[in-house]
């Protein structure tokens, strides 16, 4: 039976379910949700989530939402490769990790993404907020790089499959000409961060990368 995966361009909670399934190799039915026209919110969307949100995914009879809890059920689910490590510790820094860049970057990040939008005046204070807590946590990714190819140990887990979507669409944001002010922090991401520019080119070479790259055209 084929996995259905509710999605949304511009939307990396939705990216990060799709590069699971593509990581694992299985096969899955993408539904394109628009939702400047609040399709998230039909009567069968509310259905599967009650929140109105996307990713959502339903394997079968099972529904499941929320993005992080969809890449851990898949990863439960069809175990190889595996996502969050071989052991309890090595789960635990995945977790860890993901956790940490949620808590204490996510919003921010997405904040600059959104701001490079629709921009706020009168709330640049925010911004540059934002700003420094985005640039710290790239430099904290850049030295878990200089140790190795992927963010948790030596192979590709489910901090970089979370993690990754959120960096791509903000390198995204900040190369658009009305960003130019704001990307100098960032931009050449080769100069400013290399490795994590390279660690993003080496998850746009994973097998099945391009079926999911639409997540990111607008
Ligand atoms: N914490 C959720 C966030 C999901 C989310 O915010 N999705 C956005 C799109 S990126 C959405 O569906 N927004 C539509 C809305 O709020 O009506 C997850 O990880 O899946």
């Given at each position: 039976?084929?996995?259905?995966?509710y999605?949304?361009?511009?939307?990396a909670?939705?990216?990060?379910?799709l590069?699971?399934?593509?990581f694992k190799?299985?096969?899955?039915?993408?539904?394109?949700?628009?939702?400047?026209?609040q399709?998230?919110?039909?009567?069968?969307?509310?259905?599967?989530?009650?929140?109105?949100?996307?990713?959502?995914?339903?394997?079968?009879?099972?529904?499941?939402?929320?993005?992080?809890?969809?890449?851990?059920?898949?990863?439960?689910?069809?175990?190889?490769?595996?996502?969050?490590?071989?052991?309890?510790?090595?789960?635990?820094?995945v977790?860890?990790?993901?956790?940490?860049?949620?808590?204490?970057?996510?919003?921010?990040?997405?904040?600059?993404?959104?701001?490079v939008?629709?921009?706020?005046?009168?709330?640049?204070?925010?911004?540059?907020?934002?700003?420094?807590?985005?640039?710290a946590?790239?430099?904290?990714?850049?030295?878990?790089?200089?140790?190795?190819?992927?963010?948790?140990?030596?192979?590709?887990?489910?901090?970089?499959l979370?993690?990754?979507?959120?960096?791509?669409?903000?390198?995204?944001?900040?190369?658009?000409?009305?960003?130019?002010?704001?990307?100098?922090?960032?931009?050449?991401?080769?100069?400013?961060?290399?490795?994590?520019?390279?660690?993003?080119q080496?998850?746009?070479?994973?097998?099945?990368?391009?079926?999911?790259?639409?997540?990111?055209?607008?």
């Amino acid at each position: 039976m084929s996995i259905d995966v509710y999605w949304a361009r511009g939307c990396a909670f939705s990216w990060r379910v799709l590069l699971t399934l593509e990581f694992k190799g299985l096969a899955w039915t993408g539904h394109e949700l628009q939702l400047d026209f609040q399709e998230q919110k039909g009567p069968r969307m509310l259905a599967m989530n009650p929140r109105g949100r996307v990713p959502v995914l339903r394997d079968g009879d099972y529904v499941v939402f929320e993005s992080l809890a969809v890449m851990y059920y898949l990863d439960l689910k069809y175990p190889a490769p595996p996502l969050f490590g071989h052991s309890p510790e090595e789960a635990g820094v995945v977790m860890r990790v993901i956790n940490e860049f949620q808590a204490y970057t996510e919003a921010e990040l997405l904040g600059i993404i959104e701001w490079v939008r629709r921009p706020r005046p009168g709330h640049e204070e925010e911004l540059t907020h934002a700003m420094h807590l985005v640039a710290a946590e790239a430099r904290t990714i850049e030295s878990r790089l200089a140790k190795g190819d992927w963010i948790v140990g030596d192979a590709v887990s489910a901090a970089d499959l979370a993690i990754y979507p959120c960096i791509r669409l903000l390198h995204r944001a900040l190369m658009r000409p009305e960003a130019r002010e704001l990307s100098a922090r960032f931009l050449p991401a080769e100069v400013h961060y290399p490795r994590l520019a390279q660690w993003m080119q080496r998850i746009e070479s994973l097998p099945g990368y391009q079926r999911t790259a639409s997540v990111c055209e607008k």
